[in-house]
């Protein structure tokens, strides 16, 4: 029974860290990155579709990206999806192909982004810790049911905390990742 919680413990931490690390690959830095455009959700023929689905999304330069739209038709619903978005882009139509100039990031805007970048990170780290309370919780309870033995009981707390020390070291290190991505010209 022990074995199943901390298994179900470690999957909750990484699918934090997998969050974490997604939205933090949706920030935008000076450079051009296709995964910028991951959250964008365009509608497509009355459905929210991801902008991956509609349109092959390429960097051939460190401030440009090109989206080549699959369906001609959609190519005015991907515009305004990409300028609705926070991103502060500007597509360029041309046939089914958008161009994405990415212009350069102000001092200003850097230390903004970073600021977003720690609170991703802190969101995600406050979810793992959760994990750890609701697991902690539960296996309190288990031992005052006399389910588990004290020493079980010490022990799974302990390799829970190992789990929480590992995931939280890897959004850290997201993070710091991130931020020199985004401080970098």
Known sequence: MLDDILKD????????????????????????????????KVDYYGTLTPLRQIANVAAPDHRLLVLQVFDRNAVSAVDKAIKSSDLGLNPQIDGN?????????????????????????????VAIRNVRRDVND?????????????????????????????????IDGLLKNKEKEIMED
């Open 9 to 40: 413990a470690e999957n909750r931490m990484k699918k934090s860290t997998d969050a974490t690390h997604l939205e933090l690959a949706a920030i935008r830095t000076g450079r051009a990155n296709p995964a910028l455009l991951d959250s964008i």
């Open 97 to 125: 192909l958008l161009r994405l100039p990415i212009p350069a990031l102000t001092e200003d805007r850097r230390r903004d982004l970073v600021k977003y970048a720690h609170k991703i990170a802190e969101e995600g780290k």
């Open 138 to 170: 539960m296996i309190k309870e288990l031992e005052r049911e006399h389910e588990v033995s004290e020493d079980a009981s010490h022990d799974a707390m302990d390799k829970v905390q190992r789990f929480t020390n590992k995931y939280i070291e890897q």
